[in-house]
């Protein structure tokens, strides 16, 4: 599958468009990305371009076992940090 690089992408509708596409594909092999409300389509599309998919390690008979393998965005959003550090500052405050 030949992936069009982030920086060609002309908008959002086009990044939701290439990014159904490409999980779609993903789903195929057991592979399922998790996505937070901080993230657009396009940040999720260059999330899996540039980090995940380089490193990630599919292996071609992982969704005959019944396993899927999960990514989320929430492990790269700076937002969602900013979220749980609150929040585990709170809960520390209240306890």
Not at 29 to 47: F, I, N, Q, S
């Given at each position: ?22 999980l779609a594909s993903l ?16 940040d999720a599309y260059r ?28 492990e790269y959003c700076a ?17």
């Amino acid at each position: 599958m030949a992936l069009k690089q982030p920086g060609q992408i002309a908008d959002e509708a086009e990044a939701a468009a290439l990014l159904t596409v490409l999980l779609a594909s993903l789903a195929l092999h057991g592979v399922a990305l998790d996505m937070c409300e901080h993230y657009t389509a396009l940040d999720a599309y260059r999330l899996l371009f540039d980090v995940i998919l380089p490193e990630a390690q599919i292996h071609p008979q992982l969704c005959s076992t019944g396993f899927i393998q999960h990514y989320a965005t929430w492990e790269y959003c700076a937002a969602c940090a900013a979220e749980f550090e609150a929040d585990c500052e709170r809960h520390h405050e209240e306890g």
